[in-house]
């Protein structure tokens, strides 16, 4: 795999003390990816049954699913579900799902759990992901809103490997943010960090440009060092959201 080229951005946001997910065990303090394999239970999609069906509340936060593709023009996508996978292991869920152990494109460190979107083709926007998934579940394109049961006086996003323009974190607390990932060579990481974050939307890969796959991201967030704030003990809260990708040279769907 190629060198990663690394760009940190840091973005001046007022800060405020930080305020720990609401029900976060120091067992699960190093990590918002559960350490299962799964469907990540969405707050307005439910999980295929027969799935495991894993709950984000007792993490402290919530995902949802957000309509993405607007234009109305086919092909059309809809919402979109949100697994964890891990890379040593191949998954053959049904429904139109399979995961492969070496994906066709980029792929995360060895036994590294991650965020892993599922898109699925629709008649609109809004439309729930039924059916069987877009490329076998491997378009690995949706977009999303996380929840925090407190304030996280400090985040820090980490977008790996986006190659064409799409990926944007679009809102911060339910206000325009707007602000593009910069696409660059393969293997190249984005760096961004919030302030004093409640939720953001994010819209992770995109349909079309030079891929018939959306792009892949991987996100880890993290907080201060126990150090930074007031009365939080030793705990320190660092998250890996990895979002894989299959690439694959062609014309755009």
């Known amino acids: 795999m190629k060198k990663f080229t690394i760009l940190a951005t840091t973005l001046a946001v007022s800060t405020l003390s930080l305020s720990l997910f609401g029900g976060i065990s120091e067992a699960q303090a190093t990590s918002l990816v559960p350490t299962t394999e799964g469907e990540i239970h969405l707050t307005n999609v ?6 495991n069906c894993i709950e984000t509340n007792p993490l402290g936060y919530t995902v949802t699913s ?7 023009i086919n ?25 492969l152990s ?5 792929n995360p460190a060895l036994e ?3 965020f892993r979107p599922i898109a699925y083709l629709a008649d609109t926007s809004d439309a729930q992901p039924i059916g069987v998934p877009a490329e076998n579940g491997r378009l690995e394109v949706g977009q999303y809103k996380f929840d925090f049961a407190n304030i996280i006086g400090e985040l820090e996003l980490t977008f790996f ?12 607390n339910g206000v325009n943010f707007l602000l593009p990932i910069a696409p660059g060579s393969d293997g190249n990481i984005r760096k961004i960090t919030l302030t004093d974050v409640q939720s953001f939307e994010v819209q992770l890969g995109s349909i079309g440009g030079g891929f018939n796959h959306g792009d892949g991201v991987n ?11 007031v009365s939080l003990g030793a705990l320190a809260l660092t998250a890996l959201f990895g979002l894989q990708k299959r690439k694959k040279s062609s014309q755009a769907v």
């Open 112 to 114: 590294e759990y991650f």
């Open 219 to 229: 996100l880890q967030a993290r907080v201060p060092e126990p150090g930074a704030t």
């Open 46 to 51: 439910d999980c295929l049954v027969g799935i």
């Open 102 to 106: 070496q994906d066709e494109g980029t």
């Open 66 to 72: 957000l309509p993405y593709d607007t234009d109305g």
């Open 75 to 99: 092909p059309q996508y809809g919402l979109s579900r949100l697994f964890v996978d891990q890379r040593t292991t191949a998954n053959n869920y049904g429904f139109g799902i399979t995961f």
């Open 161 to 172: 490997d986006t190659e064409q323009n799409g990926t944007t974190i679009l809102k911060k």
